[in-house]
């Protein structure tokens, strides 16, 4: 009988650590870089190549939030420590014409510039 209620509080106390472990996981990546990227013939929809600063780690979604004339955009790491399930590494951000300066989450509250429009054909350039 002893055995069995060892066992059981054993059992629970992984599984809680494991769920707090994996629930820990998850959250907003800082070190998400372009690689490079790409415009629908229309210019509406941006599609942003990224990859990882780090050595571990890869991104599952992103949220895109717009303010004034620019897009600030927060990329989420995959669950676990280093799981490729659910990662992409291409995303598509609808643009309005108004949006001149492109944005990505960088920590602490703040971003970091990496897409500006330039020069007299107002045409998207890496920063």
């Known amino acids: 009988m002893k055995k069995k209620i060892v066992i059981s509080i054993g ?3 992984i599984f809680v650590i494991g769920l ?29 190549h990224i990859n990882v600063a780090g050595s571990m780690g890869y991104v599952r979604g992103l949220k895109v939030k717009q303010g004034g ?5 927060t990329f989420y790491s995959t669950y676990g420590l280093n799981n490729s399930i659910g990662a ?20 602490d509250g703040g ?13 998207w350039h890496m920063v």
Do not use: A, Q, W
């Not at 707090?20 to 415009?39: A, K, N, P, Q, W």
């Not at 004339?69 to 955009?73: A, E, L, M, P, R």
């Not at 992409?88 to 960088?106: D, G, T």
């Open 11 to 13: 059992s629970i106390v």
């Open 69 to 73: 004339d620019n897009k600030y955009i």
């Open 111 to 123: 971003y970091r510039l990496v897409l500006k429009k330039m020069g007299e054909k107002n045409e």
């Open 20 to 48: 707090v472990f994996f629930l820990s996981t998850g959250g907003e990546r800082t070190d998400v870089i372009l690689t490079h990227y790409s415009l629908s013939e229309d210019n509406k929809v941006m599609t942003l």
């Open 88 to 107: 992409k590494s291409e995303f598509e951000v609808e643009l309005n014409p108004s949006c001149e300066e492109i944005y990505f989450y960088s920590g």
